[in-house]
């Protein structure tokens, strides 16, 4: 069979997957802390196709091409946009708040935080934000400061007192970061946290890393390269059509 089939098939394949991803990021690009995903790809050989067995340098050439082998968090950063809410954080620099859910710990980037009756610093969904000990923040009543590492402070009739210091961490390039829902991520088993050197803009939030021009574009591009390989499925089937007809015809 015509290798040219595989490779069209696998970049129809490809195309369609990309065009998920693509579509995702487009429509988080207005998502606090939102990190895009980019696709990666890989190279496979197409085996089993008489001489053109792997390790023939021909059929490396002939049959071998590119399926997508997943997508990996960009986390590069976004646009800080000043709110005036001073608990608003922003992160300026690698790393993520560290919040508590109901299924274990998660990371975010999404500083939009509020305090909750009891005095929780906690997330808009009611998470609580952890400190650098792994521990909710209590904030008593008063003017709220965060300074760039992290410190919290809170004024009182006494003066201001130190709080906590916020659980900002990052991983190490190679971590397993999974993200969950639209701004958040969850760490492999084997991926520890270690304090991170981002700098915390009181507030402001930071919008989406994916640009709503350039995910339009490359939402076109990708539709264009999908419609270009059913194309090309079409041209391939059409001419087994017609060899399948000519040759059963002289039987």
């Known amino acids: ?9 696998t970049g129809l394949l490809a195309r369609t997957q990309a065009l998920d991803t ?9 998502t606090n802390g939102f990190r895009a995903e980019r696709d990666y790809f890989r190279g496979v050989l197409s085996s089993g196709l008489g001489e053109f067995e792997e390790g023939s340098q ?6 071998g091409f590119g399926v997508l082998g997943g997508s990996l968090p960009d986390l590069g950063q976004g646009t800080l946009t ?14 993520f708040f560290s919040i ?11 500083g939009s935080f509020q305090k ?16 650098n000990r792994g521990n909710k923040i209590i904030l008593p009543s008063g003017a709220v400061t965060v300074a760039p590492d992290g410190t919290v402070s809170v004024a009182s009739p006494d003066g201001s007192a130190i709080v906590a210091k916020l659980g900002v961490v990052t991983f190490s390039p190679d971590a397993s970061l999974t993200p969950e829902g639209a701004n958040r991520f969850v760490a492999g088993l084997n991926d520890k946290p270690v304090a991170a050197n981002a700098e915390i803009a009181q507030g402001s939030l930071e919008g989406s890393n994916e640009d709503s021009v350039h995910g339009t574009m490359q ?14 499925l079409s041209v391939f ?9 000519e040759q059963l015809a002289r039987v």
């Open 22 to 30: 693509a579509s995702n990021n487009l429509a988080n690009a207005s």
């Open 116 to 131: 909750s009756p009891t005095g929780v610093l906690q997330t808009a969904a009611g998470e609580p934000v952890l400190d």
């Open 82 to 95: 000043p709110t005036g809410n001073p608990l608003d954080l922003a992160l300026s620099g690698q790393g």
């Open 58 to 63: 021909v059929g490396d050439t002939v049959n």
């Open 100 to 110: 508590q859910t109901k299924a274990g710990v998660r990371y975010t980037r999404d």
């Open 219 to 232: 939402l076109i591009l990708i539709q264009r390269q999908a419609e270009m390989m059913q194309k090309a």
């Open 237 to 245: 089937d059409n001419d087994f059509d017609k060899t399948a007809v």
């Open 1 to 9: 069979m015509d290798s040219g089939l595989y490779a069209a098939y």
